[in-house]
């Protein structure tokens, strides 16, 4: 295992690792709302390990990351985009395949809107939001957010505690062992309130860059996902046409977790496609005025 410093938008120090063979193809995990590299545990100590690069980090405001308190840190989809370039581009990943849990859907798409998909070679969605308005409230995301958010960013410390506590237990469908369960409790009370609040400050529509999307997707969702709802999954999927859907019967919000060998094995075969999906576009770019280029998306 390596520990990296990254420097991320606007100067801001983020916090990496990774496992796996460094001459290997990469993938790039990213975690979700309160979350940090931890919650990838069951993948970069697996066998994944064996054959590929794999690269957690932690997110702005999280984990062992840079948190400054203040909202403007998290609101703005450049800073976000940025990022995840500079971990790409810092650590030397070429075309890593993206896997992104939760809200890290959102941070995906800010991504591809503003650095396109040269670097991307495929994207795999797990539990993924890419939208976030009111209308979405109850339909996409579900009631064990919702429940959870307001106890969640308050600066009242026993209430916050109280909804982390449920939170956690919520979004696995079967319950978590004790020590997995205690330690999502550390890695999520280890994020501010007030930083939680912030990544909420936002109104997000992603659809324009789900249909603009020309690498290979598989989106990964558990059927009784209540924090963010399978319709986000079918959503995403119908944006998406050419993307694959993996759903997990008696699964929740985090199938990696709940059932990580499928999941793990479910990657694998996902991110030697997209290898090869992704060396057959560069075969037929070489040569021209594209290669090596992915326009951006356009912001209007």
């Known amino acids: ?179 997995v369960f205690e330690t999502a409790i550390c890695w999520n009370m280890a994020v501010p309130a007030k930083i939680r609040a912030a990544l909420l400050a936002r109104e997000i529509d992603s659809d324009d860059v789900l249909t603009a999307l020309a690498v290979p997707v598989l989106v990964t969702h558990g059927q009784e996902d209540t924090v963010i709802l399978p319709a986000m999954g079918r959503h995403l999927l119908a944006l998406c046409p050419e993307a694959t859907a993996s759903w997990y019967a008696a699964t929740g919000h985090a199938p990696f977790l709940e059932n990580p060998t499928r999941f793990n094995d479910e990657l694998c075969r996902f991110a030697d496609d997209a290898k090869v999906s992704r060396k057959g576009i560069s075969s037929r770019l070489e040569g021209s005025t594209l290669a090596g280029t992915s326009p951006p998306y356009n912001r209007t």
């Open 1 to 179: 295992m390596k520990v990296h410093t990254v420097t991320g938008g606007a100067g801001l120090r983020l916090h990496v690792r990774e496992w796996g063979k460094e001459d290997a193809p990469s993938i790039l995990f990213i975690h979700g709302w309160s979350q940090n590299h931890l919650c990838w545990k069951n993948q970069y100590e697996s066998m994944l390990a064996e054959d590929f690069r794999l690269v957690a980090l932690d997110l702005r405001g999280h984990g062992m990351s840079e948190a400054p308190l203040e909202t403007e840190y998290y609101t703005e989809p450049q800073l976000w985009a940025d990022d995840i370039a500079a971990v790409v581009d810092q650590l030397n990943l070429g075309s890593p395949v993206f896997v992104g849990w939760s809200y890290a859907g959102f941070i995906i798409c800010d991504y591809l809107r503003a650095h396109g998909t040269a670097k991307v070679a495929g994207i795999n969605f797990v539990g993924a939001a890419t939208t976030l308005n009111n209308a979405g409230f109850g339909t996409l995301i579900g009631p064990g957010f919702l429940d959870h958010v307001i106890g969640a960013t308050s600066e009242d410390l026993p209430g916050n505690i109280e909804a982390i506590r449920n939170f956690v237990r919520g979004y696995t469908y079967s319950q978590l062992p004790s020590e």
